[in-house]
């Protein structure tokens, strides 16, 4: 109950989301969009169409039931939500919530390099100017334009005034945004990474990315095999915090999860990395690789963290989840992570894992103005099905605002795997 309650305030137009939106950088109902790439200059028309446009009603898609489908893809079925495990607790995005909601055109949604405009969004939303970078960075919007500014939002008081009133304690509400860093640790030969080429644009706002090829299929299989052969050591009840969960939170993930030591899982950090353009790994919570055998799943929740599990001093909010899928699931054999409020190509937003493909998306930028996270990335795991040949298996990580101190498994720190990634990456360069 007292999650819906302060959801319920985070979702309604008093909150202030319709005053505080912000800008829709990029994208829906414009003609920039679909042929620029990463490099190319934009005129100042487009971007000014891009800063004022706003999704048009004639191009909004919205979502159907839940079903398989693969990257972006999702079949209808003719049966909503059960309210015991949706709406129950997450109660439904009002219209001013639900209208910034942009999806992609469906010719994003195929392999290929980013856009520009994706990677401005990135920029200018998310916080990462070096994403996925190359030898020369794309445009930038400051170059070519100076953004109109926001209209006044609910102030920071006043929103934690009323996250204070529905959970009876008081509470302080960062900036949802914030990426800054004070690494730690060396920086690391990144450089020596090739940029990804094969990205699936999923959706706009809030962005969900896929990028496949992200692990080779040898990789994966090492992944499976050092949580399945050292599972005496490494494994650990799962106690991830998320916003969602509560008393009954034991039914929420029937799954099971390995922590493993950030030196033991080279490529995963210094791909993760490497695609997010950061110079070290100091950021990073515990890399985890979860199973979910048939009928295993994890129900509805916000990866963010919640007022109370939100410490600025150990490492802040988390601002971005990464999934690496490890093994491949047909679309009748379930195991999709499937977005409740976002549209793909056939319906509900559901993604189906692809052997060495990843999942991106940020789950505490954009959305309400000064909220703690986005609650239009609420999403699940869907139950792997009885009939599945083969269990599910991701790796998962979460970047946090500032350095994290890792408390699992014992022993493990972000400096240790420093020589092990270091080697990692001199052996691609040799290559």
């Not at 800054?180 to 990315?209: G, M, N, Q, W």
Request: aromatic residues 8%.
């Amino acid at each position: 109950m007292r999650v819906w309650l302060v959801l319920s305030l985070m979702v309604n137009p008093s909150s202030g989301l319709a005053a505080g939106s912000r800008p829709n950088v990029g994208l829906h109902g414009s003609s920039c969009y679909g042929g620029s790439r990463r490099g190319a200059r934009i005129s100042r028309r487009c971007v000014s169409t891009l800063w004022a446009q706003k999704p048009g009603k004639s191009t909004k898609r919205h979502p159907a039931a839940v079903g398989g489908g693969g990257f972006g893809g999702a079949s209808r079925t003719h049966m909503p939500p059960s309210p015991t495990n949706d709406y129950a607790v997450f109660p439904r995005l009002e219209p001013p919530v639900a209208d910034t909601l942009v999806a992609a055109p469906e010719d994003w949604e195929q392999p290929g390099p980013l856009p520009n405009e994706i990677y401005q969004r990135l920029d200018q939303i998310y916080g990462l100017p070096r994403f996925n970078y190359e030898t020369s960075e794309p445009v930038s919007l400051d170059e070519l334009m100076v953004a109109p500014k926001d209209p006044p939002s609910i102030s920071r008081n006043e929103f934690d005034d009323l996250l204070s009133a529905a959970t009876g304690r008081p509470v302080s509400t960062p900036p949802a945004s914030t990426f800054a860093s004070t690494p730690s640790s060396a920086d690391l030969p990144l450089d020596a990474l090739p940029p990804f080429e094969k990205f699936r644009i999923l959706h706009v706002d809030p962005l969900v990315l896929g990028i496949d090829d992200f692990f080779t299929a040898a990789e994966c299989d090492r992944y499976v095999a050092l949580a399945t052969q050292n599972q005496k050591h490494n494994i650990l009840e799962s106690r991830s915090p998320t916003v969602g969960k509560d008393a009954a939170a034991k039914a929420q993930r029937t799954s099971t999860t390995y922590y493993n030591h950030f030196e033991g899982v080279p490529e995963l950090m210094a791909k993760a990395s490497r695609l997010l353009g950061l110079q070290s790994i100091d950021r990073w919570e515990e890399p985890q690789t979860v199973r979910y055998r048939k009928n295993e799943k994890f129900t509805w929740h916000l990866d963010a963290l919640g007022p109370n599990e939100n410490n600025p001093g150990l490492g802040g909010q988390r601002l971005a989840t990464l999934l690496v899928y490890h093994t491949d699931l047909q679309s009748d054999e379930g195991g999709a992570t499937m977005f409740r409020d976002l549209t793909g190509t056939n319906g509900r937003l559901a993604v189906r894992p692809r052997r060495g493909a990843a999942l991106l998306f940020f789950p505490a930028a954009g959305g309400i103005p000064n909220a703690p996270f986005d609650v239009r990335t609420l999403h699940c795991g869907q139950a792997v099905s009885a009939t599945s040949q083969q269990d599910k298996w991701i790796s998962q990580l979460w970047l946090r605002q500032s350095s994290y101190t890792p408390t699992a498994p014992p022993g493990n720190s972000h400096s240790q795997a420093t020589k092990a990634i270091s080697e990692y990456c001199a052996n691609l360069s040799v290559k």
